[in-house]
């Protein structure tokens, strides 16, 4: 079983940044790939991007490319959520996902996710 622990949102400016964490229990860290979701209120989690079990590939949602990257430290068991350039739109609670085999776009790819984090980016 893998927990999955975000930190860092809060109350930001538009144009500003903000970075997210996750945290995650278990050896198991680098045999997945990971991904990041949000859900604003009223509608369905969609995806944010996700990083390859390496780090080495990543992909975005075009909605955040360009203002979004993704990291991660496989010795620290962490994973990273950079957010440059912030909109309103951006407001949302942020999920990190772990679990899946290879990077995927998809919800259903991922077997285990954080309690999430609230984003909230004002005009």
């Known amino acids: 079983q893998v927990q999955l622990v975000e930190s860092g949102g809060g109350l930001v400016q538009a144009g500003g940044s903000l970075r997210l964490t996750c945290a995650a229990s278990?050896?198991?860290?680098?045999?997945?790939?990971m991904g990041w979701f949000r859900q604003a209120p009223g509608k369905e989690r969609e995806f944010v991007g996700t990083?390859?079990?390496?780090?080495?590939?990543?992909v975005y949602a075009d909605s955040v490319k360009g203002r979004f990257t993704i990291s991660r430290d496989n010795a620290k068991y962490m994973l990273y959520l950079q957010m440059n350039s912030l909109k309103p739109e951006d407001t949302a609670v942020y999920y990190c996902?772990?679990?899946?085999?290879?990077?995927?776009?998809?919800?259903?790819?991922?077997?285990?996710w954080g309690q999430g984090n609230q984003v909230t980016v004002s005009s």
């Open positions: 996902a772990s679990g899946a085999p290879t990077i995927t776009l998809a919800r259903a790819g991922y077997r285990y």
């Open positions: 278990g050896r198991t860290f680098s045999s997945y790939a």
């Open positions: 990083i390859s079990r390496g780090g080495i590939t990543t």
